[in-house]
C-alpha cells in the first residue's frame, strides 16, 4: 500500500533536479550534466538540515476516542503525535470540545474521524476554524447498523440542538431558539406513547417517523433509525478502518511508509486472531440475549450471533413503567448479569439489578487497549451466559 510518489526516493530526486538547476546556472549545463546523481544527492543531505527535521517530526493527527487513538498508535507509533478528543470515562453523546482543544484543533493537520455523533455537529466548525486540516472518514462506505427500537436513543438529535442552540446564542436568536425547545419536548413526548411495546425491530419503523420531523438527516436510513457509530466493536469492520487510516497515514508520512505497512499487516493478522477466538469462545451461546444500560455492543453481538436489550430508552434512563417491563423480562430470561459502562449513570441498571439479585459487569466501548478490552467483554459475556443457566 506504500504510496511510491511521496517516497522519500521521490522527494530527494526533486531536490536533486533543484540543486541540478543551481549548479547549471553555476557552472553550464554541461559541467552540471556531468556530476552524477549520488553526488547531488550527498550535497542535498548536507544542504537541507530543516528538511530532514521536519521528515522526523511526528505527524499531530486527531482522533475522537480512545479505540481509534490506540490503532493510530499501532500504525505509526513514535511518528504520530495523537489528540483524542473524548478522555477515558467520558461519554462522546454528552461531549464537546473545551476551548483549549479547539485552539489545538486550529493547527492540526489530519483528522481521523469514525462517525461518533458529535463530529457531525462539531467538524463542520473546526473544518471553519482549519481550513488547512484534512479530515478523513474511516467510517464511510461501511455497512452501518441502526438502533432498533430496544436500543433507540436520541443522542445525535440531543447534539445537533446544542448545536443549534449554540449558534442561536451567537447570533441573538432567542426566540428561535424557544421554538426548538418546544419542538424537542414534543419528540420525547412521542418517544413516551411507545413505552412498554416490545422490543421488535419490525416495530422500529413506526417509532421512528417523528425523527424526520426533528431534524435528524440520515437519507434514505431515515426510517432505519439513528446509526449506530460503535463499529469498531466489531473486529472485522475495524480491519477495514485499520486498511483506511494506514493509507492515509502512509501518504502523509511516506519516509515510514514501509514500517506503516509492516505494522499494518501485522495488525490485520491480529485482529483476524482475535476474531476467531472470540467467535470461537461465544459459538455457544448464539441467539441469547444480553441487558446492556446504553446500546453500545450492538456491532459486536451482531457479529456473535448475540442480541442486546438496551436499559435506556430513546437515550433517557426508563420511567417506572419502563423499568417494570424490563424487570419482568429479565426475569423470565433468568438474566444474571446486567451490564455497564463507565461513561453512564449506572443508577437504573443497579436498581433492575437489585430487583433481579444480578450482578453488575462492565463492558466499556471506549477502553483504550482494545485488544484487552474486546478480550474482556467475551469473557464477561461468557460468564454472563453461564450465571444464567445456573440459576
Same mark, same amino acid.
Given at each position: 500500500?506504500?504510496?511510491?510518489?511521496?517516497?522519500?526516493?521521490?522527494?530527494?530526486?526533486?531536490?536533486? $533536479?533543484? *540543486?541540478?538547476?543551481?549548479?547549471?546556472?553555476?557552472?553550464?549545463?554541461? !559541467?552540471?550534466?556531468? *556530476?552524477?546523481?549520488?553526488?547531488?544527492?550527498?550535497?542535498?543531505?548536507?544542504?537541507?538540515?530543516?528538511?530532514?527535521?521536519? &521528515?522526523?517530526?511526528?505527524?499531530?493527527?486527531? #482522533?475522537?476516542?480512545?479505540? =481509534?487513538?490506540?490503532?493510530?498508535?499501532?500504525?505509526?507509533?513514535?511518528?504520530? @503525535?495523537?489528540?483524542?478528543?473524548?478522555?477515558?470515562?467520558?461519554?462522546?453523546?454528552?461531549?464537546?470540545?473545551?476551548?483549549?482543544?479547539?485552539? @489545538?484543533?486550529?493547527?492540526?493537520?489530519?483528522?481521523?474521524?469514525?462517525?461518533?455523533?458529535?463530529?457531525?455537529?462539531? *467538524?463542520?466548525?473546526? #473544518?471553519? %476554524?482549519?481550513?488547512?486540516?484534512?479530515?478523513?472518514?474511516?467510517?464511510?462506505? *461501511? %455497512?452501518?447498523?441502526?438502533?432498533?427500537?430496544?436500543?433507540?436513543?436520541?443522542?445525535?438529535?440531543? @447534539?445537533?440542538?446544542?448545536?443549534?442552540?449554540?449558534?442561536?446564542?451567537?447570533?441573538?436568536?432567542?426566540?428561535?431558539?424557544? &421554538?426548538?425547545?418546544?419542538?424537542?419536548?414534543?419528540? &420525547?413526548?412521542?418517544?413516551?406513547?411507545? @413505552?412498554?411495546?416490545?422490543? /421488535? /425491530? /419490525?416495530?422500529?419503523?413506526?417509532?421512528?417517523? &417523528?425523527?424526520?420531523?426533528?431534524?435528524?438527516?440520515?437519507?434514505?436510513?431515515?426510517?432505519?433509525?439513528e446509526a449506530d457509530p460503535h463499529l469498531w466493536l466489531d473486529p472485522q469492520r475495524m480491519q477495514t478502518v485499520v486498511? +483506511?487510516?494506514? $493509507?492515509?497515514?502512509?501518504?502523509?508520512?511516506?519516509?515510514?511508509?514501509?514500517? =506503516?505497512?509492516?505494522? $499494518?499487516?501485522?495488525?490485520?493478522?491480529?485482529?483476524?486472531?482475535?476474531? !476467531?477466538?472470540?467467535?470461537?469462545?461465544?459459538?455457544?451461546?448464539?441467539?441469547?440475549?444480553?441487558? =446492556?444500560?446504553?446500546?453500545?455492543?450492538?456491532?459486536?453481538?451482531? +457479529?456473535?450471533?448475540?442480541?442486546?436489550?438496551?436499559?435506556?430508552?430513546?437515550?433517557?434512563?426508563?420511567?417506572?413503567?419502563?423499568?417494570?417491563?424490563?424487570?419482568?423480562?429479565?426475569?423470565?430470561? %433468568?438474566?444474571?448479569?446486567?451490564?455497564?459502562?463507565?461513561?453512564?449513570?449506572?443508577?437504573?441498571?443497579?436498581?433492575?439489578?437489585?430487583?433481579?439479585?444480578?450482578?453488575?459487569?462492565?463492558?466499556d466501548p471506549l477502553a483504550e487497549d482494545y485488544l484487552d478490552n474486546l478480550k474482556h467483554a467475551t469473557e464477561a459475556l461468557k460468564a454472563g451466559f453461564e450465571l444464567t443457566d445456573s440459576q
Open positions: 500500500m506504500s504510496m511510491h510518489a511521496g517516497s522519500p526516493l521521490a522527494s530527494r530526486q526533486v531536490l536533486c $533536479e533543484k *540543486l541540478l538547476s543551481r549548479v547549471q546556472r553555476t557552472l553550464g549545463p554541461r !559541467a552540471a550534466r556531468a *556530476l552524477p546523481l549520488s553526488v547531488l544527492g550527498a550535497l542535498a543531505a548536507f544542504a537541507t538540515p530543516a528538511t530532514h527535521a521536519q &521528515d522526523s517530526a511526528p505527524l499531530h493527527v486527531a #482522533v475522537s476516542v480512545p479505540p =481509534i487513538a490506540w490503532m493510530v498508535d499501532q500504525l505509526a507509533g513514535e511518528h504520530v @503525535e495523537i489528540t483524542t478528543l473524548v478522555k477515558p470515562g467520558d461519554s462522546p453523546h454528552a461531549y464537546d470540545p473545551t476551548p483549549r482543544q479547539v485552539a @489545538e484543533l486550529s493547527t492540526v493537520p489530519l483528522y481521523l474521524a469514525i462517525g461518533v455523533p458529535f463530529e457531525q455537529v462539531w *467538524l463542520p466548525r473546526l #473544518v471553519k %476554524n482549519n481550513a488547512e486540516m484534512q479530515v478523513v472518514h474511516l467510517e464511510e462506505g *461501511l %455497512n452501518t447498523r441502526h438502533f432498533g427500537s430496544g436500543e433507540a436513543h436520541d443522542h445525535g438529535h440531543d @447534539e445537533a440542538h446544542a448545536y443549534e442552540q449554540e449558534q442561536e446564542h451567537d447570533e441573538h436568536h432567542d426566540d428561535d431558539h424557544t &421554538d426548538d425547545h418546544a419542538d424537542h419536548d414534543e419528540h &420525547d413526548e412521542h418517544h413516551g406513547e411507545h @413505552e412498554g411495546h416490545e422490543e /421488535h /425491530h /419490525h416495530d422500529h419503523h413506526d417509532e421512528h417517523a &417523528d425523527h424526520q420531523a426533528h431534524g435528524a438527516q440520515h437519507g434514505e436510513d431515515e426510517d432505519l433509525g486498511e +483506511r487510516a494506514a $493509507e492515509v497515514l502512509e501518504a502523509r508520512l511516506p519516509q515510514h511508509a514501509g514500517e =506503516i505497512d509492516a505494522n $499494518e499487516q501485522r495488525l490485520l493478522k491480529t485482529l483476524s486472531e482475535l476474531d !476467531a477466538q472470540i467467535a470461537q469462545t461465544l459459538a455457544p451461546y448464539k441467539g441469547r440475549n444480553f441487558l =446492556i444500560f446504553h446500546p453500545s455492543f450492538g456491532y459486536f453481538a451482531d +457479529r456473535y450471533s448475540l442480541e442486546q436489550h438496551a436499559i435506556e430508552v430513546s437515550g433517557r434512563e426508563p420511567t417506572p413503567r419502563e423499568m417494570a417491563t424490563l424487570i419482568t423480562r429479565a426475569k423470565d430470561e %433468568n438474566i444474571g448479569t446486567i451490564f455497564v459502562s463507565g461513561q453512564f449513570s449506572q443508577t437504573a441498571a443497579k436498581r433492575i439489578a437489585s430487583s433481579l439479585e444480578a450482578e453488575v459487569a462492565v463492558l
